[in-house]
T-cell receptor, first 115, second 113 residues
Framework: DAGVIQSPRHEVTEMGQEVTLRCKPI?????LFWYRQTMMRGLELLIY????????DSGMPEDRFSAKMPNASFSTLKIQPSEPRDSAVYFC?????????????FGQGTRLTVV | KNQVEQSPQSLIILEGKNCTLQ??????????LRWYKQDTGRGPVSLTI?????NTKSNGRYTATLDADTKQSSLHITASQLSDSASYIC????????????FGKGTHLIIQP
């Protein structure tokens, strides 16, 4: 398996524009997580899905953020409109069903810069 | 509030030297503790996971310890190599919260030749 695949790897956009980040989880994994990483705050959970259903989105900072998982092999994180403070690295991770200590595998991340 | 504190924030050592990274946590209820290595420009990769009853676990030149009484963990790297340069993130897994994971901010380790 190629692991968790994220695209694009880098995204530079102007403030106010819509940004869509994409993730393909590992096949067979039931859980998918979206994280944001900054120097100041480290890794923060934004939202996670179980069997394509959003379970907890309490980490989503504002209504400008939305996430979907239309099927087991694809998820998107959308920011509309984007702001400079959204600049960060966004990670997608997936894991198999099971206890919470089941290892989550991370993608390589999308580095978002909003200017 | 569940928290994971890591120290030092950054560390520079010479190749071949040993080092120890610290992780203190206030997470309840505690289930497991995992150390991740994150290379620059990559996602975190798990090094080891420790359960409540485990005190020490090794993975090659990496040795993790856990003291559940004092709520401390350490990651010891022996005979460091240039490829050990990375951020090391301590993650505590609990039975509560959203995904049950509380992340430390990491220790940024630089190995100099």
């Amino acid at each position: 398996d190629a692991g968790v695949i994220q695209s694009p790897r880098h995204e530079v956009t102007e403030m106010g524009q819509e940004v869509t980040l994409r993730c393909k989880p590992i096949s067979g994994h039931d859980y998918l997580f979206w994280y944001r990483q900054t120097m100041m705050r480290g890794l923060e959970l934004l939202i996670y899905f179980n069997n394509n259903v959003p379970i907890d989105d309490s980490g989503m900072p504002e209504d400008r953020f939305s996430a979907k998982m239309p099927n087991a092999s694809f998820s998107t994180l959308k920011i509309q409109p984007s702001e400079p403070r959204d600049s960060a690295v966004y990670f997608c991770a997936s894991r198999r069903a099971g206890a919470r200590n089941t290892e989550a595998f991370f993608g390589q991340g999308t580095r978002l810069t909003v200017v | 509030k569940n928290q994971v504190e890591q120290s030092p924030q950054s560390l520079i050592i010479l190749e071949g030297k040993n080092c120890t990274l610290q992780c203190n946590y206030t997470v309840s209820p505690f289930s497991n503790l995992r150390w991740y290595k994150q290379d620059t420009g990559r996602g975190p990769v798990s090094l080891t996971i420790m359960t409540f009853s485990e005190n020490t676990k090794s993975n090659g030149r990496y040795t993790a310890t856990l003291d559940a009484d004092t709520k401390q963990s350490s990651l010891h790297i022996t005979a460091s190599q240039l490829s050990d340069s990375a951020s090391y993130i301590c993650v505590v897994i609990s039975g509560g919260g959203a995904d049950g994971l509380t992340f430390g901010k990491g220790t940024h380790l630089i190995i100099q030749p």
